[in-house]
Every structure is written in structure tokens, then in C-alpha cells.
């Protein structure tokens, strides 16, 4: 859902990474299950959500 955002949207940035290929982005990050989200480097969701509540955390974590 990250990369369709970033298609949308040109201030939407997404890059993915293998958590077990990178542990020590793993460890930064705090994954402990994937799928995991991170916006801005301080909001997150873990697990599969619904399009519509990825979109709030987006909002609230931009202040908007």
C-alpha cells in the first residue's frame, strides 16, 4: 500500500527492505512483524490494515 501511495502522491516516499537480510534495520525499526509500516521514523503500524486506516496514520503522522 506504500508503494501505491508513493505512485499517487510525489511528497509519498517508500522503500522496502528484507528484515532478516537487514537485522541491523530490523533492530532500528523494532520489527517484529511484517509487514511493518514506519512514517516519518517515529509512527508505525504492524500487520496488514485496512486502506482507510493506513491513511489516518499517514494524516496524523504528517500533523494532518
Known sequence: MAF???MENDNVKADAFEASEFPDMA???SVMA???TVINDKTSVEGAVPEAAMVEQL???VGG
Request: glycine share 0%; aromatic share 8%; net charge positive.
Open 27 to 29: 533492530m532500528r525499526f
Open 59 to 61: 494524516k496524523q503522522a
Open 34 to 36: 511484517v509487514p511493518k
Open 4 to 6: 501505491q501511495m508513493a
